[in-house]
């Protein structure tokens, strides 16, 4: 991602009064005043490719949907880290103000608040899976293809063949016809 894009990533620690900040594209290190923790900028991406700019604007949907299923993918998995996504100077996803990343917190900001949320757990000693899951219909962004998400050891798992197979688990076994969602397994 450095490669094509302005890449900058800042930190601080607590004992520091400023933080650094490193450009990964000249490799300037500097000072600077920023919140405790690490922050990652990726800005421009794309922005050296000219060549590849007349098929870049022909792939924009097919683009902007993978971005958006990777985006939620990890949000979901790695819930203790703050998102925040622009595209043009447009807010598309931030987890900044969310305050809790508890899993329902999380599944209620990227799916809508759901009346017909359903929680399940069960823990043993070898395995723990935790689901959140509600109907489609149920307020879903529909531009948002991928809308079951199954993350294994804070992972994503991307394999269509188990997607089926959850997918007709919970048609079978319960109200849910098109679950939506976050299957978490540990």
Do not use: W
Not at 25 to 38: F, Y
Not at 44 to 61: A, T
Not at 97 to 110: A, K, N, R, V
Not at 134 to 141: E, K, T
């Amino acid at each position: 991602i450095a490669a094509v894009s302005e890449f900058f990533i800042s930190s601080k620690v607590r004992s520091e009064l400023f933080g650094s900040q490193l450009c990964l594209n000249d490799s300037q290190q500097s000072k600077v005043l920023c919140d405790i923790g690490t922050k990652v900028e990726v800005r421009n991406l794309f922005h050296n490719l000219p060549v590849r700019q007349h098929y870049m604007k022909s792939q924009l949907p097919n683009l902007s949907k993978q971005l958006n299923k990777f985006l939620y993918h990890y949000v979901l998995a790695c819930r203790e880290t703050k998102f925040h996504v622009l595209n043009n100077e447009k807010l598309l996803l931030s987890t900044e103000d969310l305050g809790d990343s508890s899993p329902e917190t999380i599944f209620q900001h990227l799916f809508g608040a759901q009346q017909n949320m359903v929680q399940f757990e069960q823990f043993s000693d070898q395995f723990s899976l935790q689901a959140f899951l509600s109907n489609q219909n149920g307020g879903i962004p529909q531009q948002n293809q991928q809308k079951l998400f199954i993350v294994l050891n804070r992972k994503p798992i991307l394999n269509e063949l188990l997607y089926k197979a959850l997918k007709r688990a919970f048609k079978e076994k319960s109200a849910l016809t098109q679950p939506v969602g976050v299957v978490y397994l540990t």
